[in-house]
């Protein structure tokens, strides 16, 4: 193991699960839109608004790392369609992005991000759009990272050497730590970081590549483990 100045977390499925933290937005979209603008709740339900920004990001390739745009557009369409003001968009998303920011997190993750923060500088790197300011962890990370910033998604190594720039590392000083095997592990094995998979549900390794030697369970285990082999608690 090469010696460590800097850890980096994936978010989404890593600090706290984002299905029921999506689900809970696209009704509270939903409600707000009913309230609003009831002709276009009527005629773009979940399911179907869910599909449109799927479209739409099959036919914006340039904002494929860029959820929120993402969802700005595909609001504006459904406005559009419907003969409602456009304007709305942005009232709509932020009732979206509001309830996003309201997650729940992994009972592990905020006793860890203390211990992990006193460890070493903490990075945030995220191919989603969550607002760790809202969310009132955003003390915990010395620097944060997202697709829409880099302007790339892992595992495009870009997105992971902008990272240890902003960190002022080597590639091989950074550990990155998140549960997708092609996004997180690979993306930073092939940018030149360690990487480690959190495996919070005992699946079997995917690939590509050989498994990490580093897998952790839950947030807590990587926390013994960067203590024990930083020499404090």
Not at 133 to 148: P, T
Not at 158 to 168: D, K, S
Not at 222 to 233: F, N, P, Q
Request: hydrophobic share 50%; with cysteine.
């Amino acid at each position: 193991m090469r010696p460590l100045r800097a850890l980096s977390l994936d978010l989404d499925d890593t600090l706290w699960p984002i299905e029921p933290a999506i689900a809970a937005a696209e009704a509270s979209l939903h409600d707000w839109l009913h309230a609003h603008v009831p002709a276009v709740a009527a005629a773009w339900p979940p399911p179907a608004m869910r599909e449109l920004r799927t479209r739409i990001a099959r036919h914006c390739p340039e904002i494929a790392h860029d959820f929120s745009a993402q969802r700005r557009l595909s609001l504006a369409h459904a406005l559009r369609a419907c003969g409602a003001d456009e304007a709305q968009a942005e009232p709509a998303f932020e009732a979206f992005f509001s309830a996003r920011n309201r997650v729940v997190f992994y009972d592990d993750a905020l006793p860890a991000l203390t211990r992990l923060a006193a460890l070493l500088p903490l990075a945030s790197l995220s191919n989603g759009n969550a607002d760790l300011a809202r969310i009132g962890i955003d003390a915990h990370f010395a620097v944060q990272v997202s697709a829409r910033e880099a302007g790339v998604a892992k595992p495009d190594a870009r997105i992971f050497t902008a990272l240890c720039q902003r960190l002022g590392c080597m590639p091989a000083q950074v550990l990155h730590v998140g549960d997708d095997p092609l996004l997180d592990v690979a993306g930073a094995r092939a940018a030149g970081l360690q990487a480690a998979w959190l495996n919070r549900t005992a699946s079997v390794w995917p690939g590509p590549g050989p498994m990490p030697a580093l897998v952790f369970r839950d947030l807590g285990e990587l926390a013994d483990w960067c203590a024990a082999h930083l020499g404090a608690d």
